[in-house]
């Protein structure tokens, strides 16, 4: 088993651990894109050989997307399927949205889990563990992003024993709302960021994606229906920027988008894609590991944290409002200070031709905001997570601080 560090260097982790070694678990059930928010720390733990490290996931398409990625890290570890109950196997026939069947294979995979001394998730279907009976470990939840959705800052994040958020905005807006204890929840830096990064200095990620000097448009619409531009905005603005030939352009929306659209849909967009210009892209692995935020020159969204990503580098950003009226001192809005808010439609071009001109009215706010989102960034969030975790698990005592059944 091979596992590397985040400077590019192979570190190999052969021989044998410790029988005392703390079993430390990354449960990756939520879909391909919160395998970047748990991947480097788990290699992490493996490179420091004071843990034994386990990977599980629930479908076999989730093993073959881990594997890839670790293989992107450079990195080499054990992943797992967790079982599929047979009946569940049926449930995607009447009801095709709910594809990733987590709580059958939770439940399914519950002694697997229960096996682990420490289980580090990006999700929080994973908390039903604590009401199955049974050996149950420590409940450890890394956010899949640093968000201002209100989704974020749930009641059953209470039920996790330690959390590890990117920054201290996080943090801090947990414990004034009181789902965690201010023991109970540690800023790392932005796991995936670190993650990313190393990608992009091994030549894993372009830096340019078309061979000319137009600005690049991100659209990067989230998939709540409620909250998502897509319906209201979407083809407006795709059709629009097309036709008016000075600008390339990305619509890359949250993965989670596709499995609410139809056949239909998603085929009449990717024939709008434009070879040198235009991509279309419903989820394929450059939608989440940073491709798109990396080389976009204007960001245009709706509620989506992936807008914290994008601003790593302070850049002009645009917002489609479908909820109306003024939400910007919403705290599930605050990113929307971060640029230009958009309510119609017809109004998205001007926009965009103004963002760059407008950036200045928004760069520090922008620089301010992802420092107190993110926090370190670098393989720095890598080693603070991962001491958490091994803190937590015990390691420094080569014993489990695992909770009694």
């Known amino acids: ?58 479908a076999p398409e989730d093993k073959v997307a881990l594997d890839r990625l670790l293989a992107r890290l450079n990195a080499r570890l054990r992943v797992d399927v967790l079982p599929t109950p047979p009946w569940a196997r049926m449930i995607p026939r009447f009801r095709p949205g709910w594809a990733s069947l987590k709580l059958p294979r939770i439940y399914a995979g519950r002694r697997m889990l229960g096996a682990m001394d420490v289980l580090v998730t990006a999700e929080r279907t994973s908390t039903m563990l604590k009401r199955l009976p ?49 023991e109970a ?9 670190a993650g990313v990064l190393g990608l992009q200095r091994r030549g894993q990620i372009p ?13 990067n619409p989230h998939f709540a229906p409620d909250l998502s531009s897509w319906h209201g905005f979407g083809e407006a603005l795709a059709r ?28 009449r967009f990717e024939a709008m894609a434009v070879d040198g210009r235009v991509i279309v892209d419903f989820g394929s692995e450059r939608s989440t590991d940073m491709t798109y935020t990396l080389a976009a020159d204007i960001y245009v969204g709706d509620v989506s944290s992936q807008v914290y990503e994008f601003l790593h580098r302070p850049r002009p950003c645009l917002f489609l409002n479908v909820t109306g ?13 971060f640029g230009e808010v958009v309510d119609r439609p017809e109004d998205i071009l001007a926009a965009l031709r ?41 390691a420094d005592e080569a014993r489990p601080l695992v909770r009694a059944a």
């Open 1 to 58: 088993m091979y596992a590397t560090n985040f400077g590019g260097s192979f570190g190999d982790s052969s021989g044998a651990l410790s029988s005392t070694a703390p079993k430390v678990g990354f449960l990756f059930i939520g879909g391909a894109h919160h395998m970047l928010h748990l991947a480097p720390v788990a290699i992490e733990l493996a490179r420091q050989r004071n843990c034994a490290v386990h990977l599980f996931v629930g």
């Open 240 to 267: 629009q920027v097309i036709e008016s030939t000075d600008c390339n352009l990305i619509i890359a929306p949250h993965v989670r988008l596709r499995d609410r659209l139809s056949h239909a849909d998603c085929r």
């Open 354 to 394: 103004r963002a760059g001109a407008r950036h200045g009215e928004f760069a520090a706010l922008q620089t301010e905001a992802v420092a107190q989102a993110f926090g370190p960034i670098g393989a720095e969030a890598v080693r603070n997570a991962a001491a958490t975790v091994a803190h937590l698990a015990g």
């Open 185 to 193: 929840c540690s800023v790392s830096g932005y796991i995936k960021l």
């Open 134 to 182: 049974g050996r149950t470990p420590l409940l450890v939840h890394i956010p899949h992003g640093a968000g201002d959705r209100a989704k974020g800052f749930e009641q059953r994040i209470r039920m996790f024993d330690h959390v590890i958020v990117a920054g201290p905005k996080d943090r801090a807006r947990m414990i004034a709302e009181n789902v965690v204890a201010p």
């Open 207 to 219: 830096e340019r994606l078309f061979a000319n000097d137009r600005p690049t448009i991100l659209y």
């Open 325 to 337: 009226g003024e939400r910007r001192t919403d705290p599930a809005f605050a990113f929307w200070n």
